[in-house]
């Protein structure tokens, strides 16, 4: 799926990503995705790298169940930021 196409559907805030990432120098960057979103990760990976120039990108297959659920055991690999991808705002929009 094209990185338009998702768009239409998610606000992934991709400008917010590659800010924080040529702001921090990240090198080694790990994607969390929870199950319904997996399937566009490497569209997501491709689009980022198109962005940003020297960065992997890691894709974590283990399951995301929220913010509060980070990887765990990833310690020697060297991570320099961690993004987590969701399917919901954090705020109702009935606020």
């Not at 924080?20 to 994607?31: A, G, S, T």
């Amino acid at each position: 799926m094209d990185i338009k196409d998702l768009e239409k559907n998610y606000d992934f805030e991709f400008d917010k990503v590659i800010n924080e990432i040529k702001k921090k120098k990240c090198k080694r960057v790990l994607l969390q995705f929870p199950d319904g979103l997996k399937m566009y990760a490497t569209s997501v990976v491709d689009f980022l790298e198109s962005k940003t120039k020297d960065v992997e990108f890691l894709i974590w297959l283990g399951n995301c169940f929220g913010a509060c659920d980070t990887p765990s055991g990833i310690d020697n690999l060297k991570i320099d930021l961690v993004v987590q991808f969701g399917h919901n705002e954090l705020q109702p929009s009935y606020l």
